[in-house]
Protein backbone atom coordinates (compact mmCIF):
# COMPACT_ATOMS: atom_id res chain seq x y z
CA UNK A 1 0.00 0.00 0.00
CA UNK A 2 3.06 2.62 1.01
CA UNK A 3 4.59 1.67 -2.68
CA UNK A 4 1.31 2.76 -3.98
CA UNK A 5 0.75 5.71 -2.47
CA UNK A 6 4.24 6.40 -3.21
CA UNK A 7 3.50 6.11 -7.01
CA UNK A 8 0.79 8.04 -6.70
CA UNK A 9 2.24 10.88 -5.22
CA UNK A 10 5.45 10.49 -7.75
CA UNK A 11 2.74 10.98 -10.50
CA UNK A 12 1.56 13.83 -9.10
CA UNK A 13 4.54 15.26 -9.09
CA UNK A 14 5.59 15.05 -12.53
CA UNK A 15 2.07 16.54 -13.90
CA UNK A 16 2.24 19.52 -11.62
CA UNK A 17 5.76 20.12 -12.89
CA UNK A 18 4.58 19.35 -16.57
CA UNK A 19 2.14 21.64 -16.14
CA UNK A 20 4.26 24.16 -14.96
CA UNK A 21 6.62 24.35 -17.47
CA UNK A 22 7.02 26.29 -20.95
CA UNK A 23 8.05 25.42 -24.36
CA UNK A 24 11.57 26.14 -25.18
CA UNK A 25 12.15 27.90 -28.56
CA UNK A 26 15.58 27.02 -30.25
CA UNK A 27 16.78 29.08 -32.48
CA UNK A 28 20.41 28.48 -34.29
CA UNK A 29 22.80 30.57 -35.78
CA UNK A 30 26.54 30.73 -37.08
CA UNK A 31 29.23 31.89 -39.39
CA UNK A 32 30.87 29.93 -41.81
CA UNK A 33 34.25 31.21 -42.86
CA UNK A 34 36.75 30.18 -45.91
CA UNK A 35 40.32 31.74 -46.40
CA UNK A 36 42.45 31.07 -49.55
CA UNK A 37 45.90 32.87 -49.10
CA UNK A 38 49.12 33.05 -50.95
CA UNK A 39 52.45 34.77 -49.56
CA UNK A 40 56.05 34.71 -49.95
CA UNK A 41 59.18 35.81 -48.00
CA UNK A 42 57.87 35.91 -44.34
CA UNK A 43 60.44 36.82 -43.33
CA UNK A 44 60.64 40.14 -43.90
CA UNK A 45 57.57 40.73 -41.46
CA UNK A 46 59.64 38.42 -39.06
CA UNK A 47 56.33 36.24 -39.51
CA UNK A 48 52.36 36.25 -38.76
CA UNK A 49 52.38 39.90 -39.03
CA UNK A 50 50.67 39.33 -42.84
CA UNK A 51 48.76 35.80 -42.19
CA UNK A 52 51.37 33.47 -42.90
CA UNK A 53 55.06 32.80 -41.10
CA UNK A 54 57.87 30.90 -42.23
CA UNK A 55 56.99 27.61 -41.19
CA UNK A 56 53.98 27.50 -43.66
CA UNK A 57 53.55 26.39 -46.92
CA UNK A 58 52.83 29.59 -49.53
CA UNK A 59 49.89 28.26 -50.26
CA UNK A 60 47.32 27.93 -47.59
CA UNK A 61 43.20 27.01 -47.39
CA UNK A 62 41.31 27.36 -44.01
CA UNK A 63 37.88 27.00 -42.79
CA UNK A 64 35.97 28.08 -39.35
CA UNK A 65 32.96 27.43 -38.52
CA UNK A 66 30.60 29.18 -35.36
CA UNK A 67 27.69 28.01 -34.58
CA UNK A 68 25.37 29.83 -31.61
CA UNK A 69 22.57 27.50 -30.21
CA UNK A 70 19.93 29.60 -28.14
CA UNK A 71 17.47 28.12 -26.21
CA UNK A 72 14.36 30.58 -24.93
CA UNK A 73 11.80 29.23 -22.42
CA UNK A 74 10.46 33.04 -22.17
CA UNK A 75 11.55 36.58 -20.94
CA UNK A 76 13.07 35.38 -17.82
CA UNK A 77 14.67 32.07 -19.24
CA UNK A 78 17.19 31.49 -21.20
CA UNK A 79 20.27 30.10 -22.61
CA UNK A 80 23.05 29.73 -24.76
CA UNK A 81 25.84 27.08 -26.23
CA UNK A 82 28.24 28.62 -28.35
CA UNK A 83 30.71 26.07 -30.51
CA UNK A 84 33.76 26.81 -32.70
CA UNK A 85 35.01 24.50 -35.58
CA UNK A 86 38.83 25.53 -36.37
CA UNK A 87 40.08 27.54 -37.62
CA UNK A 88 41.40 24.36 -39.70
CA UNK A 89 44.12 23.87 -42.36
CA UNK A 90 42.89 22.09 -45.44
CA UNK A 91 44.55 18.63 -45.61
CA UNK A 92 46.28 18.55 -41.85
CA UNK A 93 45.14 15.74 -39.93
CA UNK A 94 46.52 16.66 -36.27
CA UNK A 95 45.42 19.53 -33.92
CA UNK A 96 45.26 22.35 -32.98
CA UNK A 97 44.71 23.59 -36.45
CA UNK A 98 43.83 20.47 -38.28
CA UNK A 99 41.16 17.81 -38.59
CA UNK A 100 40.94 18.42 -42.38
CA UNK A 101 43.06 15.53 -43.89
CA UNK A 102 40.71 12.85 -45.68
CA UNK A 103 38.68 11.27 -43.41
CA UNK A 104 37.69 14.05 -41.65
CA UNK A 105 37.34 12.71 -38.36
CA UNK A 106 38.98 14.58 -35.51
CA UNK A 107 38.54 16.63 -32.55
CA UNK A 108 38.48 19.46 -33.83
CA UNK A 109 34.94 20.74 -31.94
CA UNK A 110 35.69 23.90 -29.12
CA UNK A 111 33.25 25.26 -26.52
CA UNK A 112 33.48 28.51 -26.62
CA UNK A 113 30.66 29.74 -24.04
CA UNK A 114 27.73 28.05 -22.15
CA UNK A 115 25.49 29.97 -20.07
CA UNK A 116 22.56 30.62 -17.97
CA UNK A 117 20.46 33.88 -18.47
CA UNK A 118 17.53 34.41 -15.77
CA UNK A 119 15.38 37.56 -14.65
CA UNK A 120 14.49 37.69 -11.34
CA UNK A 121 10.62 38.23 -12.30
CA UNK A 122 8.97 41.38 -11.62
CA UNK A 123 12.37 43.12 -11.70
CA UNK A 124 15.21 44.56 -14.05
CA UNK A 125 17.91 42.31 -12.06
CA UNK A 126 19.15 40.04 -15.19
CA UNK A 127 21.74 37.06 -14.08
CA UNK A 128 24.16 35.33 -16.20
CA UNK A 129 25.94 31.99 -15.17
CA UNK A 130 28.89 30.06 -17.33
CA UNK A 131 31.39 30.71 -19.86
CA UNK A 132 30.36 33.98 -21.46
CA UNK A 133 31.93 36.75 -23.04
CA UNK A 134 33.10 39.56 -20.74
CA UNK A 135 34.83 42.83 -21.26
CA UNK A 136 35.58 46.57 -19.61
CA UNK A 137 34.59 49.34 -20.87
CA UNK A 138 36.09 50.91 -24.29
CA UNK A 139 34.58 54.47 -25.62
CA UNK A 140 38.41 55.44 -27.31
CA UNK A 141 40.63 52.89 -27.98
CA UNK A 142 40.19 49.79 -30.20
CA UNK A 143 39.13 47.49 -27.66
CA UNK A 144 39.65 47.06 -23.76
CA UNK A 145 42.87 47.45 -22.32
CA UNK A 146 42.69 45.51 -19.28
CA UNK A 147 40.42 42.33 -19.75
CA UNK A 148 38.34 40.75 -22.33
CA UNK A 149 37.58 37.59 -23.10
CA UNK A 150 35.22 34.24 -22.87
CA UNK A 151 35.74 33.33 -19.10
CA UNK A 152 33.53 31.42 -16.43
CA UNK A 153 31.67 33.81 -14.13
CA UNK A 154 28.23 35.31 -12.75
CA UNK A 155 27.23 38.23 -14.12
CA UNK A 156 24.66 40.40 -12.37
CA UNK A 157 23.27 43.69 -14.47
CA UNK A 158 20.70 45.73 -12.92
CA UNK A 159 19.17 49.11 -14.62
CA UNK A 160 18.14 51.63 -12.24
CA UNK A 161 16.63 54.61 -14.68
CA UNK A 162 17.05 55.80 -17.98
CA UNK A 163 20.11 57.23 -16.84
CA UNK A 164 21.94 54.94 -14.59
CA UNK A 165 22.80 51.23 -14.30
CA UNK A 166 25.10 49.13 -12.76
CA UNK A 167 26.68 45.58 -13.51
CA UNK A 168 28.88 43.68 -11.37
CA UNK A 169 30.55 39.86 -12.20
CA UNK A 170 32.37 37.23 -10.10
CA UNK A 171 34.67 35.08 -12.92
CA UNK A 172 37.25 32.23 -12.07
CA UNK A 173 39.73 32.24 -14.96
CA UNK A 174 42.44 30.08 -13.46
CA UNK A 175 41.83 26.84 -10.94
CA UNK A 176 42.59 23.24 -10.15
CA UNK A 177 45.48 23.15 -12.84
CA UNK A 178 48.41 22.59 -10.77
CA UNK A 179 49.43 18.57 -10.57
CA UNK A 180 52.27 19.75 -7.81
CA UNK A 181 55.48 18.02 -7.47
CA UNK A 182 57.59 15.91 -5.74
CA UNK A 183 58.78 17.82 -3.15
CA UNK A 184 55.28 17.46 -1.47
CA UNK A 185 53.58 20.64 -3.42
CA UNK A 186 49.52 19.55 -2.89
CA UNK A 187 47.62 19.13 -6.36
CA UNK A 188 45.59 22.11 -6.91
CA UNK A 189 47.05 23.81 -3.76
CA UNK A 190 47.04 27.36 -4.02
CA UNK A 191 46.39 27.34 -7.82
CA UNK A 192 43.42 29.58 -8.34
CA UNK A 193 42.70 33.02 -9.86
CA UNK A 194 39.47 35.01 -9.14
CA UNK A 195 38.32 38.32 -10.23
CA UNK A 196 35.96 40.56 -9.05
CA UNK A 197 34.44 43.57 -11.49
CA UNK A 198 32.00 46.32 -11.02
CA UNK A 199 30.79 48.75 -13.71
CA UNK A 200 28.28 52.26 -13.44
CA UNK A 201 27.35 53.32 -16.99
CA UNK A 202 26.00 56.59 -17.02
CA UNK A 203 24.17 57.97 -19.87
CA UNK A 204 22.84 61.93 -20.26
CA UNK A 205 21.73 63.85 -23.02
CA UNK A 206 25.09 63.78 -25.48
CA UNK A 207 27.25 62.57 -22.62
CA UNK A 208 27.87 58.61 -21.42
CA UNK A 209 30.25 57.78 -19.03
CA UNK A 210 31.12 54.78 -17.32
CA UNK A 211 33.60 54.86 -14.18
CA UNK A 212 34.63 50.82 -13.54
CA UNK A 213 37.00 48.99 -10.83
CA UNK A 214 38.30 45.49 -10.81
CA UNK A 215 39.88 43.37 -8.26
CA UNK A 216 42.21 40.54 -8.48
CA UNK A 217 43.33 37.49 -6.52
CA UNK A 218 46.12 34.85 -8.08
CA UNK A 219 47.51 32.14 -5.75
CA UNK A 220 50.98 31.57 -6.28
CA UNK A 221 50.61 28.16 -7.99
CA UNK A 222 48.32 29.40 -10.47
CA UNK A 223 51.31 30.35 -12.90
CA UNK A 224 53.69 27.71 -11.43
CA UNK A 225 55.83 25.35 -13.20
CA UNK A 226 55.51 21.71 -11.36
CA UNK A 227 59.14 20.95 -12.30
CA UNK A 228 60.72 23.02 -9.82
CA UNK A 229 60.54 24.16 -6.08
CA UNK A 230 61.25 27.58 -7.31
CA UNK A 231 58.94 29.99 -8.88
CA UNK A 232 59.13 29.65 -12.70
CA UNK A 233 57.19 30.11 -15.31
CA UNK A 234 55.60 27.64 -18.06
CA UNK A 235 56.25 29.41 -21.35
CA UNK A 236 53.12 30.39 -22.28
CA UNK A 237 51.71 27.89 -21.20
CA UNK A 238 50.03 27.13 -17.77
CA UNK A 239 49.82 22.99 -16.67
CA UNK A 240 48.42 22.72 -20.91
CA UNK A 241 46.14 25.71 -20.30
CA UNK A 242 47.20 28.57 -22.72
CA UNK A 243 48.18 30.96 -20.49
CA UNK A 244 50.34 33.61 -22.48
CA UNK A 245 48.27 36.55 -21.81
CA UNK A 246 47.84 36.57 -18.10
CA UNK A 247 51.38 35.55 -17.85
CA UNK A 248 52.58 38.44 -20.14
CA UNK A 249 50.16 40.85 -18.50
CA UNK A 250 50.25 40.08 -14.70
CA UNK A 251 54.40 40.46 -14.17
CA UNK A 252 57.41 42.44 -15.82
CA UNK A 253 58.52 41.70 -19.09
CA UNK A 254 60.77 38.50 -19.00
CA UNK A 255 60.28 38.17 -15.15
CA UNK A 256 61.51 34.68 -15.98
CA UNK A 257 64.86 36.20 -16.50
CA UNK A 258 64.97 36.83 -13.27
CA UNK A 259 66.58 35.46 -10.08
CA UNK A 260 63.79 34.22 -7.78
CA UNK A 261 65.38 32.13 -5.26
CA UNK A 262 61.88 31.29 -2.85
CA UNK A 263 58.74 30.32 -4.59
CA UNK A 264 55.39 32.29 -4.02
CA UNK A 265 54.33 31.54 -1.05
CA UNK A 266 51.09 34.05 -0.63
CA UNK A 267 48.37 35.18 -3.22
CA UNK A 268 48.96 38.04 -5.18
CA UNK A 269 46.49 41.07 -5.33
CA UNK A 270 45.88 43.21 -8.25
CA UNK A 271 43.47 45.91 -8.49
CA UNK A 272 42.00 48.33 -11.32
CA UNK A 273 40.23 51.30 -11.97
CA UNK A 274 39.40 53.72 -14.68
CA UNK A 275 36.64 55.73 -16.97
CA UNK A 276 35.81 56.00 -19.87
CA UNK A 277 33.34 58.24 -21.48
CA UNK A 278 32.11 60.20 -24.64
CA UNK A 279 30.80 62.99 -25.71
CA UNK A 280 28.14 63.50 -29.12
CA UNK A 281 26.65 67.11 -27.69
CA UNK A 282 28.36 68.93 -30.54
CA UNK A 283 27.34 66.67 -33.70
CA UNK A 284 28.97 66.28 -35.66
CA UNK A 285 31.90 65.84 -33.62
CA UNK A 286 32.46 63.20 -30.86
CA UNK A 287 34.68 63.48 -28.35
CA UNK A 288 35.84 60.48 -26.47
CA UNK A 289 38.66 58.88 -24.01
CA UNK A 290 39.79 56.02 -22.09
CA UNK A 291 41.86 55.83 -18.71
CA UNK A 292 42.98 53.09 -17.08
CA UNK A 293 45.22 52.03 -13.99
CA UNK A 294 46.40 48.78 -12.47
CA UNK A 295 48.35 47.31 -9.70
CA UNK A 296 49.63 44.07 -9.31
CA UNK A 297 51.52 43.02 -5.90
CA UNK A 298 53.34 39.63 -4.99
CA UNK A 299 55.35 38.58 -2.12
CA UNK A 300 58.40 39.02 -4.34
CA UNK A 301 58.64 42.95 -5.02
CA UNK A 302 60.46 42.32 -8.28
CA UNK A 303 57.37 40.95 -10.13
CA UNK A 304 55.24 43.64 -8.79
CA UNK A 305 53.90 45.36 -11.45
CA UNK A 306 51.54 48.84 -11.61
CA UNK A 307 50.66 51.69 -14.80
CA UNK A 308 48.14 53.24 -16.11
CA UNK A 309 47.48 54.13 -20.19
CA UNK A 310 44.87 56.65 -21.36
CA UNK A 311 43.37 57.37 -25.21
CA UNK A 312 41.48 60.18 -26.70
CA UNK A 313 40.18 60.29 -29.90
CA UNK A 314 38.85 63.18 -31.61
CA UNK A 315 35.98 62.03 -34.34
CA UNK A 316 34.15 64.42 -37.09
CA UNK A 317 31.54 62.97 -38.94
CA UNK A 318 30.93 62.85 -42.89
CA UNK A 319 27.77 62.20 -44.45
CA UNK A 320 30.71 59.40 -46.85
CA UNK A 321 33.05 58.90 -44.04
CA UNK A 322 34.47 59.76 -40.82
CA UNK A 323 37.66 61.57 -39.92
CA UNK A 324 39.49 60.96 -36.70
CA UNK A 325 42.39 62.05 -34.32
CA UNK A 326 43.71 59.40 -32.08
CA UNK A 327 46.57 60.08 -29.75
CA UNK A 328 47.43 57.25 -26.27
CA UNK A 329 50.21 58.11 -23.31
CA UNK A 330 50.90 55.45 -21.11
CA UNK A 331 53.38 54.72 -18.09
CA UNK A 332 57.17 53.01 -19.04
CA UNK A 333 59.04 50.59 -17.65
CA UNK A 334 62.61 52.26 -15.90
CA UNK A 335 65.85 50.63 -15.91
CA UNK A 336 65.29 49.08 -12.43
CA UNK A 337 64.79 45.54 -13.08
CA UNK A 338 64.86 44.71 -9.68
CA UNK A 339 61.86 47.08 -8.82
CA UNK A 340 59.50 45.51 -10.74
CA UNK A 341 57.44 46.83 -13.82
CA UNK A 342 55.67 50.13 -14.37
CA UNK A 343 53.39 49.44 -17.10
CA UNK A 344 50.03 48.72 -16.85
CA UNK A 345 48.86 45.08 -15.76
CA UNK A 346 46.06 43.40 -17.76
CA UNK A 347 44.64 39.76 -17.76
CA UNK A 348 43.71 39.42 -20.96
CA UNK A 349 42.34 41.49 -23.90
CA UNK A 350 42.07 38.90 -26.51
CA UNK A 351 38.33 38.46 -27.21
CA UNK A 352 38.27 35.89 -29.79
CA UNK A 353 35.70 37.99 -32.87
CA UNK A 354 38.76 37.92 -35.31
CA UNK A 355 39.73 36.50 -38.58
CA UNK A 356 42.19 33.92 -39.72
CA UNK A 357 44.48 36.45 -39.81
CA UNK A 358 43.74 38.14 -36.43
CA UNK A 359 42.09 41.26 -38.64
CA UNK A 360 39.04 42.71 -36.69
CA UNK A 361 35.80 41.93 -38.42
CA UNK A 362 33.50 44.21 -37.49
CA UNK A 363 31.51 44.79 -33.76
CA UNK A 364 29.01 42.29 -34.73
CA UNK A 365 29.14 39.24 -37.04
CA UNK A 366 25.73 38.27 -37.46
CA UNK A 367 24.71 39.15 -33.86
CA UNK A 368 27.45 36.80 -32.32
CA UNK A 369 29.56 39.24 -30.66
CA UNK A 370 26.31 41.25 -29.50
CA UNK A 371 25.56 39.37 -26.11
CA UNK A 372 29.18 40.95 -24.76
CA UNK A 373 27.79 41.45 -20.82
CA UNK A 374 30.21 44.42 -20.09
CA UNK A 375 31.56 46.98 -22.18
CA UNK A 376 29.35 49.52 -24.55
CA UNK A 377 26.80 46.59 -23.93
CA UNK A 378 26.04 46.24 -20.48
CA UNK A 379 23.52 44.74 -19.58
CA UNK A 380 23.34 40.78 -20.54
CA UNK A 381 20.54 39.85 -23.62
CA UNK A 382 20.64 42.99 -25.16
Sequence with gaps: MKKIWCLLLAAAMVTGAAQASHAVDFKAKGVWLASFQYGQNGNFTNGGHTGYDPSEDEFEARSRVRLVIDAVADENLSGQVYFEIGKSIWGKAEDPQGGMAMGADKNI?????????????????????????????????????????????????????????????????????????????????????????????????GVKLTPWGMFASIGSNTFRNDSSKNYAYVGNKINGVNGGYALSGLFPLRADLLSHKEKLNAYGTAWWGGLSGEITKWDPFRIAWDFSYGNVTYDDGSLNRSGWLAGLLLEYNLDWTKLGLFGWYSSGDDDNVGNGSERLPTVSNDYGHCSFSGTFMGPDINGLERDRVIGNNLVPGT
Design 109 to 205: VKLKRAFIDWRVPDTDLKLRMGIQGIGLPYMAMGGPTVFQSDVAAITASYVFNENAAMTAFWARPYNDNYVGNADGDQKNFMDNMDMAGLMVPLTFD
